[in-house]
């Protein structure tokens, strides 16, 4: 889940980077995208690894039939991880997301005022894939990471194994949404297809 949040943010930074830069996009270096690659998943195991060296534990989630982080427990050590992941695998790659997709946003309307018919199809185009993007990152993700501060800072049985299933399976489902969005509403890949 967290290479997926991270990867996001990756994607939305080149992608910002590619589109407003000088220089072409090198279809034939690929030395970006395994910096990208690696990038998120190097940031996804410093922060998913922890509970394996004490900080926080891992444990069943809902009913049992999951596997995640302890949310449960009450105990300063697990809280302060549970707040961590939130500000730095949630709130942090959002932001990226959101500041990128905003400059590229306005990168483009420059560009459109210049050229007024070609422009404003493109603006379009990539307004609906950055609302589509945000959006379903946020119904995908704000949900679990609700229920995760609730079950950690609320009352204790305020959520139950069957409450937290559907956030759970929504987090856990959203690397199956992001490329089906990102394929259909990017131009480019779907000339490819």
């Not at 990208?36 to 394996?52: A, D, E, F, K, R």
């Not at 069943?60 to 302890?70: K, L």
């Not at 990539?126 to 993007?133: F, K, N, Q, R």
Request: glycine fraction near 6%.
């Amino acid at each position: 889940g967290i290479v997926s949040l991270i990867s996001l943010a990756v994607l939305s930074y080149e992608r910002y980077c590619t589109m407003t830069g000088t220089t072409e996009a090198d279809t034939k270096n690929y030395r970006k995208t395994w910096t990208g690659i690696i990038l998120s998943w190097t940031y996804s195991l410093v922060w998913t690894s922890p509970p394996l060296f004490g900080w926080s534990s891992y444990g069943p989630e809902g009913p049992g039939a999951m596997c995640s982080v302890n949310w449960h427990s009450k105990d300063i050590n697990n809280a302060s991880y549970i707040v961590c992941l939130f500000i730095f695998c949630l709130v942090i790659p959002f932001v990226i997301i959101v500041y990128s997709y905003g400059k590229l946003l306005c990168a483009i309307r420059r560009v459109s005022g210049i050229n007024k018919g070609m422009g404003r199809t493109r603006e379009q185009r990539v307004l609906i894939m950055v609302v589509v993007m945000v959006i379903c990152f946020l119904l995908c993700w704000l949900p679990y990471a609700t229920v995760a501060l609730i079950a950690t800072f609320g009352k204790p049985g305020l959520i139950t194994p069957a409450a937290s299933i559907i956030p759970s399976i929504l987090a856990k489902s959203s690397t199956v949404y992001n490329p089906i969005i990102y394929i259909f509403l990017n131009k480019q890949v779907s000339k490819i297809l």
